[in-house]
C-alpha cells in the first residue's frame, strides 16, 4: 500500500482539453511536492505547497493543497502535446523524506 | 554546471558483482538521497543523507551502502548484484529536509545479467 495514492494511473486525451490528476493519503504532509519526469530523465520540481489551501498556478497549470494538508491536485487547462509525460506527486512527512506517489503517464494527442 | 551529476548513466554486469555509482551537486545542498525506480516508474527512497545523520529505508538489502567523501558526493556502493537490483538509480539533493523541492540527477539504468 502506497502512503500516497494518485489517479488516474493513466491519461490519454486530445489537445485543447482540461485534466485534473489527483493525489490523496491519511497521512499529513508539511510539504506537498509535484514533478515531472521525461524519458531517460530524473524528476524536474513543478511546485511546491506547504500551507494548507493553499493554491498555486504555473501558467496553464494549478496546483491546489487541500485544507488539512493530506491531499493535492493539479489541473491543466487547455493540454498540449508538450506536456506528455509522468506526473508525480510527492510529500515530506515527519520521518523527513520525500514520498512519491505511483504517477499519472498523460499522454496528449495533436 | 549541471546541478546533480551521476556517473555513469548506463550500467550492465554481471550477477555477483560488485559496482558503485557516483553522484555530486554542486547547489551546496545539505542533505542528499538516493531513490530506486522500478519497470512501473515507482520511486522509493533508499537513504538519506546529511552531514548529521544517516537514514535508512530498513527495506533496503545491506548489500547497498551509501559512501559519502564529502558534502557534495554520495555515491552508493551495491555488493554482490542480484538480477532484482535491475532498475535505474536516481541520486538528488535537497536544503534541510527538502520542504522546498528537491533536485534529481538525470539517472542510472543497472542492468544485472
Known amino acids: 500500500t502506497q502512503l500516497l495514492e494518485q489517479s488516474p494511473q493513466f491519461l490519454s486525451i486530445q489537445e485543447g482539453e482540461n485534466l485534473t490528476v489527483y493525489c490523496n493519503s491519511s497521512?499529513?504532509?508539511?510539504?506537498l511536492q509535484w514533478y515531472r519526469q521525461e524519458p531517460g530523465e530524473g524528476p524536474v520540481l513543478l511546485v511546491t505547497?506547504?500551507?494548507?489551501?493553499e493554491v498555486k498556478k504555473l501558467k496553464r497549470l494549478t496546483f491546489q493543497f487541500g485544507d488539512a494538508r493530506k491531499d493535492s491536485s493539479l489541473h491543466i487547462t487547455a493540454a498540449q502535446p508538450g506536456d506528455t509525460g509522468l506526473y508525480l506527486c510527492?510529500?515530506?512527512?515527519?520521518?523527513?523524506?520525500?514520498?512519491f506517489g505511483g504517477g499519472t503517464r498523460l499522454m496528449v494527442k495533436p | 554546471d549541471t546541478a546533480v551529476s551521476q556517473t555513469p548513466k548506463y550500467l550492465v554486469t554481471q550477477m555477483g558483482n560488485d559496482k558503485s555509482i557516483k553522484c555530486e551537486q554542486n547547489?551546496?545542498?545539505?542533505?542528499m538521497y538516493w531513490y530506486k525506480q522500478d519497470s512501473k516508474k515507482f520511486l522509493k527512497i533508499m537513504f538519506s543523507?546529511?552531514?548529521?545523520?544517516?537514514?535508512i529505508n530498513e527495506t533496503v538489502p545491506n548489500r547497498f551502502s551509501p559512501k559519502s567523501p564529502d558534502k557534495a558526493h554520495l555515491n552508493l556502493h551495491i555488493n554482490s548484484l542480484e538480477l532484482g537490483d535491475s532498475a535505474v538509480y536516481f541520486c538528488?539533493?535537497?536544503?534541510?529536509?527538502?520542504?522546498?523541492?528537491?533536485?534529481f540527477g538525470s539517472g542510472t539504468r543497472l542492468t544485472v545479467v
Open positions: 538528488a539533493s535537497s536544503q534541510d529536509r527538502g520542504d522546498y523541492g528537491y533536485t
Open positions: 497521512s499529513v504532509f508539511s510539504s
Open positions: 505547497v506547504v500551507t494548507g489551501g
Open positions: 510527492a510529500g515530506v512527512n515527519a520521518g523527513n523524506m520525500l514520498t
Open positions: 547547489l551546496g545542498h545539505d542533505t
Open positions: 543523507y546529511n552531514n548529521k545523520e544517516l537514514i
